[in-house]
């Protein structure tokens, strides 16, 4: 019998076919792979991005010049502009403004073979560290409300170059989903006066069925309601609401965490595409009591049925407590 | 500049690429074709499906048979068991049920080589009758809350038999997009005492650059915030909240909008996959004075970037008024 599952944040109901149970081999996936055309996020092609906002290139001092290990760069095609006042209007019944926000991309090593997965732990947490300095900067902009960190990984996840990287988009507004979350947890917190995330971590720890990897300061699971097949949530244990004051102990803790993950998704699934959204509280508000900040990871196995974004309304074929196993006994050490 | 425009319904934020505007022929098509392969939905294979739950077969009494226009039948593979008893149960934080729920097939045409655009106004009317059929029928068991129908035309759009044809999903909970939208529509209400769909209706013929199609009783056009390229929304004038009681007169004049878009829609855009939902009100409340019963239509044109369905939101490359004015502009007649 199939189950209908709902999540304990946003209340969106899935149904999980337990007897169908799509296993890791049903899944036709399309392997990321390299080509070998012109890259402009290679060394020495610096001058085909817009000059860089942050880069980290030890002894190397010139800006836009090689020796970098991560550049972060202006989107040469913003989806947003970061010139201008923020200028808000009505049209009827309707409500606009004017696209300001800061659209930036992590390129996260000078290595153009090798993907996200196969950096050193101290490479993704250079990237980490990135997501904070940036962060931190944007931050000081009273336009912004959120940023949102993402990764496009693999052409079918929405990536349209394939030298690794991952984006960043500052926004005057809070979106939808995250404004659900807060809701969620906040009416949790005020009936209860626990965070839900923490609430979570505690039961997910105490039945470890839908347990993926922990260490000292992170873990990693299934979600009770996935929407999609090896959804995979990475929280830290400690309460904290945003990403940029987690504190630098806990950096190296999210990149082994991370890399973990990404390792063993790639070892079950065959390197497949994904995407991930870092989760984080918004910009004017940090430490908030029933908030805390995570990582979603989803692969893309499924196609995906237009009618599932539309209704809001999901259909996953593999339980979580499955997926969970087949990356909990993956050995990637 | 690019604009962040907001759904007045759910409050959905949405950017819109106004310079880019990519044009019908930006996008990579996956025209949608047909192959030669066993079909389980063709004359003469009724035993291939479970048996029928409805079906128009002038002249044929016989069940299960041959002569049929359109049947409906089970899904062989239902996400959702008709059989049993709704069983809620909690478990630590997390609530679940079993996975009660009706999941058929409307198989539109006994035409192996028509898409639904490619049909008669009588045969898409009767598709709609169906629907009726269907909801009237199925509002009767207790056990349900919401009728979910919807279309995945094309494998892009999760298509898995090319078969023309139509899915209905009934289920014990109301999914979480369908109460957005109630609750936002209802919010409206209390403080304007007005539909905001007809408000919005009233808007749209006045402004008439976002205008699609209309008739007597229907209107079609390109929502303020859509959230992907070539988005449609096809509404009746008249406000009602549920379509199953729309009333004989409106279903003509549906198929025709109906119809009319899907032709215009692959005139332009050369056969394109696209989803399709209905919106109507949950089974056990018809009548409300606040929500209005449409269909949302998204063509598949764009690869889904995991991360706007993980976020809840969107890129749009194609602002509603260019992609209105293709649409509106496109001789189908």
């Known amino acids: 019998m199939p189950e209908l599952r709902k999540d304990p944040i946003v209340g969106r109901w899935v149904i999980i076919s337990t007897e169908r149970a799509d296993r890791p081999n ?14 402009p996020f290679c060394p020495g092609n610096e001058s085909a991005t817009p000059p860089e906002v942050l880069a980290y290139r030890p002894g190397h001092p010139n800006p836009n010049g090689p020796g970098w290990q991560l550049r972060v760069v202006p ?16 049209h009827g019944l309707y409500d606009k403004m004017n ?33 904070h300095d940036r962060m931190v900067d944007l931050r000081r902009d009273a336009r912004f409300r959120y940023v949102l960190v ?32 807060l809701d969620g947890a906040s009416k949790h917190y005020e009936s209860k006066e626990r965070c ?18 922990e260490n000292e300061e992170m873990i990693a699971l299934a979600p009770w309601a996935p929407r999609r097949p090896f959804e995979t949530w990475i929280l830290p244990k400690k309460h904290i609401s945003n990403f ?34 870092l989760h984080t509280s918004p910009l004017q508000k940090p430490g908030l009591p029933y908030f805390h900040w995570h990582l979603e990871l989803m692969p893309t196995l499924t196609k995906i049925a237009g009618f599932e974004s539309g209704s809001g309304f999901y259909i996953n074929p593999s339980p979580p407590e499955m997926t969970a196993a087949f990356l909990r006994e993956a050995d990637v050490s």
């Open 26 to 39: 049903d899944f036709q996936v399309q392997h990321v792979e390299r080509g070998n055309s012109f890259c």
């Open 75 to 90: 989107n040469k095609f913003p989806a947003l502009m970061i010139e201008g006042e923020l200028d808000r209007e009505g």
């Open 99 to 131: 696209g300001i926000g800061a659209h930036e991309v992590f390129i996260e090593t000078s290595n153009h073979s090798k993907e996200l997965a196969d950096l050193s732990p101290a490479e993704v947490e250079a990237l980490l560290w990135a997501f």
């Open 150 to 181: 993402f990764k496009n990984h693999g052409e079918a996840a929405g990536a349209s170059l394939e030298h690794s990287h991952t984006q960043l988009i500052a926004l005057p507004i809070i979106p939808r989903r995250v404004q659900g979350e």
């Open 196 to 213: 839900i995330y923490c609430d979570i971590i505690d039961q997910e720890k105490r039945e470890s069925v839908r347990l993926v990897y």
């Open 244 to 277: 940029e004051d987690a504190g630098r102990g806990i950096y190296p803790a999210f990149a082994d965490a991370l890399l973990t993950v990404l390792k063993k998704i790639n070892k079950v699934l065959g390197r497949p595409p994904y995407n991930f959204t």
